[in-house]
């Protein structure tokens, strides 16, 4: 039996990227619908799912894309209402790559620092998509994690968010001028920017004289980069004492993580891939073992309803 891939993006047109990711994966066919909205849903997933018996609903899959992560998020909570037993269908959520990107940077730093327990985390521009689930992801491994915006009403937004999706603890510290670089960099052990393509979020000399940090990750991968200093190609590198991963260097296990979690979806029929399940799949891909858990995640429905 054929395994079909039913892209939902939110976006006018599909995600052409993650076509092709899905048939390196092993999809046979992948059904594609841009510009979809929640009322879309409901109507899109009883298609695919009432076409075959659940025996075979393996063979069927969901994906969610779209440049929008918080469409993404509405329309994974639809599709989930959507679906019933025995009618159920493996989804899996990756808005922009936000999901799977950070997740790959997230799995190089445990990889690199092991126990995060205490440990201080900056993560600069924390307020997108990757930034917040980053945030989450390290501050569910025990980190002490600051996110920077330039506005402090985004800022606390953005905290707002992640505590309440993770149910963390994170901080968010204001940075419009890059004089306050030092200051928040002190006691730091781990840097990641997840700031826009083309803009220098950190000098040479900001990090390089940050004493307590032992790894740093710049996913921009747009010149000028993000972090100066850090190339592209950057995976695992140490630089004055750091340990540096740029954003070659974690696109490449992006992809191959992106193809494990499509595969992963053709395995069963009730598997939701969200930050923390394509987080486990990541561990899986490196042997490492999943840091403890201090709190569980809230629930999709959960999450919807509070939106």
Same mark, same amino acid.
Request: overall charge negative; charged content about 20%; glycine content about 10%.
């Given at each position: 039996m054929r395994k079909l891939l039913l892209q939902l993006d939110s976006s006018r047109l599909p995600s052409v990227f993650d076509q092709i990711v899905a048939y390196d994966a092993g999809a046979d066919v992948v059904l594609s619908y841009g510009g979809v909205t929640e009322g879309d849903v409901r109507d899109l997933i009883h298609g695919c799912i009432?076409?075959?018996?659940?025996?075979?609903?393996?063979?069927?899959?969901?994906?969610?894309?779209?440049?929008?992560?918080?469409?993404? *998020?509405?329309?994974?909570?639809?599709?989930?209402?959507?679906?019933?037993?025995?009618?159920?269908?493996?989804?899996?959520?990756?808005?922009?790559?936000?999901?799977?990107?950070?997740?790959?940077?997230?799995?190089?730093?445990? *990889?690199?620092?092991?126990?995060?327990?205490?440990?201080?985390?900056?993560?600069?521009?924390?307020?997108?998509?990757?930034?917040?689930?980053?945030?989450?992801?390290?501050?569910?491994?025990?980190?002490?994690?600051?996110?920077?915006?330039?506005?402090?009403?985004?800022? *606390?937004?953005?905290?707002?968010?992640?505590?309440?999706?993770?149910?963390?603890?994170?901080?968010?510290?204001?940075?419009?001028?890059?004089?306050?670089?030092? *200051?928040?960099?002190?006691?730091?052990?781990?840097?990641?920017?997840?700031?826009?393509?083309?803009?220098?979020?950190?000098?040479?000399?900001?990090?390089?004289?940050?004493e307590a940090l032992r790894v740093a990750v710049d996913l921009n991968a747009v010149p000028p980069l993000g972090i100066e200093g850090i190339e592209v190609n950057d995976t695992g590198v140490t630089r004055n004492g750091v340990v540096v991963f740029g954003a070659f260097g974690i696109g490449n296990f992006k992809t191959k993580l992106h193809k494990a979690c499509v595969a992963r979806l053709f395995t069963r029929n009730d598997l939701v891939l969200d930050a923390e399940a394509i987080a486990e799949i990541a561990r899986e891909l490196v042997g490492g073992k999943a840091p403890p858990s201090r709190k569980a995640p809230v629930p999709k429905k959960e999450l919807a309803k509070k939106k």
């Open positions: 009432f076409t075959r018996g659940p025996k075979d609903l393996h063979n069927t899959a969901v994906w969610i894309g779209g440049n929008n992560m918080s469409a993404g *998020e509405q329309l994974l909570a639809m599709a989930q209402d959507a679906l019933f037993a025995p009618f159920c269908v493996s989804i899996m959520l990756d808005s922009n790559g936000s999901n799977t990107t950070a997740v790959a940077g997230v799995v190089r730093i445990e *990889e690199t620092v092991g126990d995060l327990e205490g440990k201080k985390v900056l993560i600069l521009a924390g307020t997108g998509p990757v930034g917040q689930r980053a945030a989450g992801l390290l501050a569910k491994d025990g980190a002490e994690v600051t996110i920077t915006s330039r506005k402090p009403e985004q800022g *606390e937004k953005a905290r707002q968010f992640i505590s309440a999706r993770f149910n963390v603890q994170v901080e968010a510290a204001t940075l419009n001028d890059p004089s306050r670089l030092p *200051e928040l960099l002190q006691g730091v052990e781990v840097l990641l920017n997840s700031g826009p393509a083309g803009v220098q979020m950190v000098p040479r000399s900001a990090w390089e004289r940050a």
